[in-house]
């Protein structure tokens, strides 16, 4: 793999940011015919983290894309989604995923390895001829009438017509766009991925999250039932006392001390070694700055109460590059106009994502009185009910 170029070489487009949100917009924008260089500033492509889930809205456009098939024999398809009460164990309403569920949003619900989910898609790259560069740290963008700029931390400066910033939650290119900064929630999350034998208690056919007070628990199955998959969020009080060194493990089984058997027996299959706290941005309509565009994480990052951080990226790229295929004539790609409508499409959904994840978040913590009428309601509610859900699954 190539880690250098000259700086007289010219791409159609440079993707900054080599994760899953990059990979997606790289191959969208291959598949129209354009020259992509995509630039990862790690000496090697990866993904760390365990878990992720994809909804239809993201597995329909990797079925286009031919891919599903792949992703599909690289994870699980549970039967249901669950909501849980952690303290008391019982679960509360469940969405079932089936045959009713797929024909309605026209594609299945999987849950997959991130690092799987990477490898196919930086392989699919490979195979449409985005070229792939490494050690490469983007240090600014600048963006001209008919051309931009990237320049790299060794000196390297790239020329194409424009630059699409896919660098995640601390994006360095964001700040082209807008002058802001990352939100702390005052979550924590702590993560695991292990044998299935070592949690028989998995259920392969549920993705179930257990609310509690101030805290969560999430299981399911991953790698065709070969692995167990588990992530514990829990709110840190150290970080609300402003304290500086917040959301450790010894904070970790404090919170979840007040929940069920069934969910603190889970927290033995945690890594303690490491830990992801949990931010996102203000949502922002405008995502572009002359020929430089943010997407994904960096446009919209959200938290994960709606599992969307990867499916949005994957509908980012899918727009972006539909729209390169209406403002093109020949050879010649109308950037402005294909920015602007991506935005149009885009920016009001992955807004109302963030939004939606704050509150959802807010309902999945509450305690006492409020616990019981979430819990009434959730219990009450018909389990093929897609009306709360098809604004975020729908076509």
Not at 64 to 86: F, H, I, Q, S, T
Not at 138 to 164: C, N
Not at 167 to 175: K, M
Not at 343 to 363: C, E, F, L, N
Request: glycine fraction near 10%; charge should be negative; aromatic fraction near 8%.
């Amino acid at each position: 793999m190539n880690n250098r170029t000259s700086g007289s070489e010219s791409q159609d487009v440079i993707v900054v940011g080599g994760g899953i949100g990059g990979l997606a917009t790289a191959f969208s924008l291959r598949q129209q015919g354009l020259s992509v260089r995509l630039l990862e500033r790690a000496p090697e492509f990866g993904e760390v983290g365990a878990g992720l889930q994809l909804s239809p809205n993201a597995t329909r456009i990797l079925d286009n894309w031919g891919l599903l098939d792949e992703v599909r024999a690289a994870g699980v398809e549970p039967k249901r989604l669950v909501l849980g009460d952690a303290i008391t164990g019982e679960k509360l309403t469940h969405l079932p995923l089936g045959e009713e569920f797929q024909q309605h949003y026209g594609a299945p619900y999987v849950v997959v390895h991130r690092s799987d989910l990477h490898r196919i898609l930086l392989e699919a790259c490979r195979e449409a001829g985005v070229e792939l560069q490494t050690n490469s740290t983007v240090e600014r963008v600048e963006t001209g009438s008919d051309s931009a700029r990237t320049y790299l931390s060794d000196g390297t400066a790239l020329k194409s017509q424009v630059v699409i910033g896919a660098d995640g939650l601390n994006s360095r290119l964001r700040s082209h766009v807008v002058d802001d900064e990352p939100v702390c929630s005052g979550y924590v999350a702590y993560r695991g991925a292990v044998p299935i034998s070592e949690r028989p208690d998995v259920d392969l056919d549920e993705v179930i999250a257990w609310m509690g007070p101030g805290c969560h628990f999430v299981h399911y199955g991953l790698r065709q039932g070969k692995m167990a998959n588990l992530v514990a969020v829990f709110r840190s009080p150290k970080y609300f006392a402003g304290e500086a060194d917040w959301g450790g493990p010894d904070e970790l089984d404090t919170a979840f001390a007040q929940c069920c058997d069934r969910v603190r027996q889970g927290l033995d299959s945690l890594w303690r070694d490491r830990h992801w706290k949990m931010y996102d941005r203000i949502p922002i309509s405008n995502w572009s700055n002359g020929r430089l565009m943010l997407v994904g994480d960096a446009a919209h990052a959200t938290l994960q109460y709606l599992a969307q951080g990867a499916c949005q990226s994957i509908e980012d790229a899918e727009v972006l590059g539909s729209q390169v295929g209406k403002h093109r004539d020949g050879e010649s790609v109308e950037w402005e106009e294909v920015f602007s409508a991506t935005q149009q499409i885009r920016a009001p959904q992955a807004s109302k994502v963030q939004t939606t994840a704050r509150t959802w978040g807010d309902i999945w913590h509450v305690d006492g009185l409020a616990r019981s009428l979430r819990n009434e309601l959730l219990a009450t509610r018909s389990p093929n009910d897609y009306k709360h859900i098809d604004w975020l699954y729908g076509a």
